[in-house]
């Protein structure tokens, strides 16, 4: 997918205007978080399955090389096949390869983020084959030739209303309000019609089980069984991170999901394929094909951001963002939005298009604490500012003026008296024009002085405190 990851400004200025999907984003939030605080809040112990699911990340990620040879041999002594990517562009080429000797001319596509990561849509279509999403949302913004703006609602910033109006040009229905069990029928009756017809079916893998070959699949529609069942070849597209070691590890990180995206306790679907169709079984593809894709995350490993591999791709980072649910997902300009989205997305389209997004952050810390894998976004997202600073990507006034704060904060009793200065003098105004690096405060606030600094009046209320007021 072409990034506008270095148009974020102008795109966040765009959604902020965009009053149907100030609309769409504020009914999905409080869904989302809803549902999630309840099915945690029945669960005993949720911090301590995070804990668990914490472990088991870290564990695979530091015998990953292991962990993925053992997956590939068992991968293949179930009659399946193993490609390695190492970027976007073999992955590409290994789906394309293998819908080419299949003779493929039509594919039905389940949800996959790493799908969207490589392009495969595009490079399919530019191939000749006739492509079609099946997950109900992805279908909906394949319709509007959009790209994903959640990674698990990928339609989330669509109102019923649009979705009426695109369903009316594409399948020549009434384009009047209708609810939405009836879109759902039409859109599932023309989706029959493709599964049964489609010669290749890719689906992506949340978990890949090391010590059976399995790869794990989590839907609530049921589409992804049908694209991994009904065509003769099912090719399945994950990202190295994704190992798990064994089937419990999976039974864990599957309960973490489940809770942390849609607030189940699971999911509706919850498929566990290994290999292709045996010569006793009624149904399943003649072909298996595992696409595995590494696209820097080999290099992660190696680096201080390691810990974002632990993502298992709940969204859960991204309903309870402030800054997303003012803008949506598409501002953010790549495949991944949100929190997760702006700590990957520089490791994979590098920093310097990637400027603003490290930035988009209140470092409030509530991404960090629903995390169900405890990664330390804010931590991270603070370094990826810190290493802009240092590779100079950070110019002109605003580097001046931390250049500046940087060694102001260094010396705390000069730091402490120029605070308490500017608290007492500073005219009405004033944080709003600063003089190095005023874009700053133009589309945000700057809280005006109260007259005296926190730490001053923390210490009068120690001293009332102690008697000696
Ligand atoms: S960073 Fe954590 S909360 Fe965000 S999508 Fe990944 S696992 Fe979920």
Redesign the pocket.
Same mark, same amino acid.
């Given at each position: 997918m072409k990034s506008t990851a270095h148009l974020f400004t102008e795109q966040a200025r765009a959604a902020l205007a965009d009053d149907s999907l100030q609309a769409a984003l504020r009914r999905a939030k409080s869904g989302f978080i809803d549902k999630r605080a309840a099915a945690i809040a029945a669960f005993p112990d949720f911090d301590g399955l995070r804990e668990r699911g914490r472990r088991i990340k870290d564990h695979t990620l530091a015998h990953l090389d292991h962990y993925l040879e053992r997956f590939a041999d068992a991968v293949e002594a179930c009659g399946g096949h193993v490609h390695w990517a190492r970027d976007a562009d073999e992955a590409r080429r290994a789906v394309l390869d293998i819908c080419q000797r299949a003779q493929a001319r039509s594919v039905i596509k389940g949800k996959t983020m790493v799908g969207e990561e490589i392009g495969i849509n595009g490079a399919l279509e530019q191939a000749g084959l006739e492509v079609v999403e099946t997950d109900l949302g992805e279908y909906i913004i394949q319709l509007a030739k959009e790209p994903p703006s959640h990674?698990i609602a990928p339609a989330v910033h669509k109102t019923r209303a649009q979705i009426c109006q695109l369903f009316a040009e594409h399948h020549g229905s009434t384009a009047a309000l209708r609810e939405a069990p009836e879109l759902v029928a039409e859109a599932r009756a023309i989706l029959r019609e493709k599964f049964l017809a489609a010669d290749v079916g890719i689906t992506g893998g949340n978990f890949l089980v090391a010590e059976t070959g399995t790869v794990v699949l989590v839907t609530n529609e049921g589409n992804g069984d049908l694209s991994l069942t009904l065509p003769r070849v099912h090719i399945v597209l994950a990202g190295i991170e994704k190992l798990v070691p064994t089937l419990d590890d999976a039974a864990t990180m599957v309960r973490l999901l489940a809770r942390?995206a849609t607030g189940q306790e699971i999911s509706t679907y919850t498929t566990f394929v290994t290999g292709p169709r045996r010569a006793n079984e009624p149904e399943g593809p003649d072909e298996y094909h595992v696409v595995l894709l590494d696209n820097g995350r080999a290099r992660m490993l190696a680096d201080e951001f390691r810990e974002?591999l632990?993502? /298992?791709?709940?969204?859960?980072?991204?309903n309870h963002c402030p800054v997303y649910s003012a803008i949506g997902g598409h501002a953010y300009g790549w495949v991944y939005p949100?929190?997760?989205g702006s700590v990957l997305t520089p490791q994979f389209i590098g920093l310097d298009g990637t400027k603003d997004l490290p930035n988009a952050c209140t470092l409030n810390g509530r991404?960090q604490d629903?995390?169900?894998?405890k /990664?330390p976004?804010p931590g991270l997202l603070r370094r990826l500012r810190d290493l802009q600073f240092e590779r100079r990507i950070i110019r002109g006034p605003q580097r001046w003026a931390l250049r500046l704060w940087g060694w102001v904060a260094r010396r705390p009793r000069l730091y402490h008296r120029l605070t308490a200065l500017a608290a007492r003098f500073a005219p009405r105004g004033a944080a709003r024009r600063l003089p190095l690096d005023p874009g700053w405060t133009r589309s945000r606030d700057f809280p005006l002085p109260k007259g005296r600094t926190f730490k001053s009046a923390w210490q009068e209320r120690q001293r009332q405190e102690n008697g000696h007021g």
């Open positions: 990674i942390s974002m632990r993502c /298992i791709r709940c969204g859960a980072c991204l949100g929190p997760m991404c629903v995390c169900p894998v /990664i976004l």
